[in-house]
């Protein structure tokens, strides 16, 4: 047993390697990243968050971001709720159909649909507003909250519907009274995929977006480029986004597992 | 479960149609629209029937990054599901470090992809990155901005570092849901560790080794972003996949036409590929 936990270990010791790099970049300064190799800070500052809690174009990003991944994730998941009973306890015309369409719509690259989004998004004068962003990203993340949600209803047994049935409880009062809180733990995992994949997106929120709603990590790139390698910024708002995800992690940690197996174990 | 045939249940559905095909129809119509005219600006459209699609299936550059990325796919999912598979096998399964293990682990998930990409830039930088240090350190000539098998290196192992943990995941829910009466009966037949493996935990993962190998191909397939801001598809074109292609040719160029054309051809090959995988995950689901 003893022997055997090596393996992860040495795994988590991997990952965790180019996130101190990342981490400790952000604390030193300019000259000291381009100056030469230091494993460790070796004058500590906070400059780097300092110049992005106090200048609106930076801190607004995070805003932003926030934005549209909760938009997204609330829209996403209300929308799949529904479909997702449907799907786990009727027959319909062309319901595998369906289904399956839906999930052609996860394996569509974001590549092939960034230019007609474009011109979708502008045509109906969303383009630069958050509601864009969480608009385009339900493309991908209502399919996979149905995936994910269908699965757990699946394993809620039938019995449960008829009995409330027979009992006098008309559709929307079960749905809303009962049936919700039996799979709370299902919409929860849906909810963070939902928000992960919309915060982790980086090509859509680019595109559809100019200035007023140009996400943090977009607005990294850019920022860090235009204005000379400042490294520095670059990883301290890189280490900023690392944690809206810690946080959701943390929230979602006892279900995860069941969660990336999308409710099918 | 057997489900009773209802109708009506297409009105349940019907807010997720109308989304969904808001957002994937329109598109999708706009890009076929590309793909069959000939533009010169201004607006002026004529038709050019499959002239795009001839040129794009003959034409090198599409071979080129065809083949990149299907490489590319096979070697990420080579690498991926057995080290996520031995990973999971060799994780505890219960105690106060099982919650600590699934957190770290899976805290790569939740970067935005471009973070990733600028993560293991200034990781890999030759001179002040900690890994293009080390290696020069160690002897070896490493500069994934210059030579090719560097690049393809530092993104084959930013890809590994960013996905195996999903592969993990998944194989660990796999595992925890094995019941333990299963252990026992193989303890008392005297089961080897090898046998245990082959004969109750591997049939068991099937399942989600198929979601696993599906999710991962279909993700590396679409790749753009990470490799995008490390390498930007350099050096040369040794590391431009069909998405960095597909943007260069109709964002970079405007080329609108053939951008339609390859959009519509990778988008096709992608669901010829994901629909053997749905089949298969199906049949067993059906089992």
């Known amino acids: 047993m003893r022997k055997r936990s090596i393996v992860p ?27 030469g190799f230091t494993a460790w800070p070796q004058n500590f500052t906070l400059d780097s968050y300092r110049k992005i809690f106090t200048d609106p174009t930076w801190y607004m990003g995070y805003v932003a971001s ?16 529904p479909a997702a009973y449907a799907f786990s306890r009727y027959r319909f015309l062309g319901d ?22 474009y011109q979708l998004y502008s045509a109906v004068g969303l383009f630069d507003t958050p509601w864009a962003v969480a608009l385009s990203h339900t493309l991908f993340n209502i399919p996979l909250a149905v995936w994910i949600l269908e699965g757990f209803m699946s394993g809620v047994p039938k019995e449960l519907d008829e009995t409330a049935y027979v009992d006098g409880y008309s559709f929307p009062r079960f749905f809303i009274n009962i049936f919700i809180p039996t799979i709370a733990a299902g919409i929860g995992v849906a909810c963070f995929f939902c928000f992960m994949f919309s ?5 859509l929120a680019k595109t559809l977006t100019a200035v007023a709603a140009k996400p943090i990590a977009a607005l990294m790139t850019k920022t860090a480029s235009t204005s000379g390698y400042e490294l520095g910024l670059l990883a301290a ?3 900023l986004t690392l944690i809206p995800g810690a946080v959701v992690i943390y929230f979602v940690r006892n279900y995860i597992a069941k969660g990336f197996a999308l409710g099918r174990v | 479960m057997n489900k009773t045939v209802n109708q009506k249940a297409w009105f349940l559905v019907l807010p997720v149609f109308i989304f969904v095909a808001f957002n994937a129809i329109i598109p999708l119509m706009t890009v076929v629209n590309y793909s069959v005219q000939e533009t010169f600006g201004n607006n002026i459209f004529s038709w050019s029937g499959v002239h795009w699609f001839q040129e794009t299936l003959q034409s090198d550059r599409f071979h080129a990054s065809l083949g990149r990325q299907i490489m590319f796919s096979a070697i990420i999912l080579a690498i991926e599901i057995p080290l996520g598979l031995a990973i999971a096998l060799a994780m505890p399964r219960k105690g106060p470090w099982v919650s ?21 830039n200034v990781f890999a930088l030759p001179e002040i990155g900690l890994m293009g240090r080390g290696l020069n350190a160690l002897g070896f000539d490493f500069n994934y901005t210059r030579q090719p098998g560097d690049a393809w290196f530092t993104i084959v192992l930013m890809d590994v570092w960013h996905w195996t943990s999903l592969v993990v995941l998944l194989c660990y829910a796999g595992l925890v849901a094995i019941p333990n009466d299963y ?39 679409m790749i753009y972003t990470e490799v995008q801001v490390l390498t930007g598809g350099g050096p040369g074109s040794s590391t431009t996949f069909l998405s960095i292609d597909l943007f260069k040719v109709a964002l970079g160029q405007f080329d609108l036409g053939p951008a339609g054309a390859m959009s519509i051809i990778y988008f096709l090959i992608i669901l010829a590929l994901s629909w053997v995988f749905y089949t298969v995950m199906m049949r067993n689901e059906a089992k």
């Open chain 1, 237 to 239: 708002a890189g280490t």
């Open chain 1, 9 to 35: 270990i040495l795994y988590i010791l991997f990952l965790m390697l180019p996130i101190y790099w990342l981490v400790t970049m952000s604390f030193k300064t300019t000259n000291e990243i381009l100056g």
């Open chain 2, 183 to 221: 252990y026992q009966a193989a303890k008392i037949d005297g089961a080897s560790a090898w046998a245990v493996f082959r004969f109750i935990q591997l049939p068991k993962l099937k399942r989600v080794l198929t979601i696993a190998i599906l999710l991962r191909f279909m993700d590396s397939f």
């Open chain 1, 96 to 117: 595998k159909h369906l289904f399956f369409w839906l999930l052609t719509n996860r394996m569509a690259p974001a590549a092939v649909f960034a230019l007609p989004f």
């Open chain 1, 66 to 81: 926030i934005e549209y991944v909760v938009i997204n994730t609330i829209v996403s998941v209300a929308v799949a709720l």
């Open chain 2, 100 to 120: 600590v293990c699934l957190v770290l682990m899976a805290l790569p998930l939740l970067i935005p992809w471009n973070v990733v990409g600028s993560m293991w």
């Open chain 1, 199 to 203: 915060w982790v997106e980086m090509l």
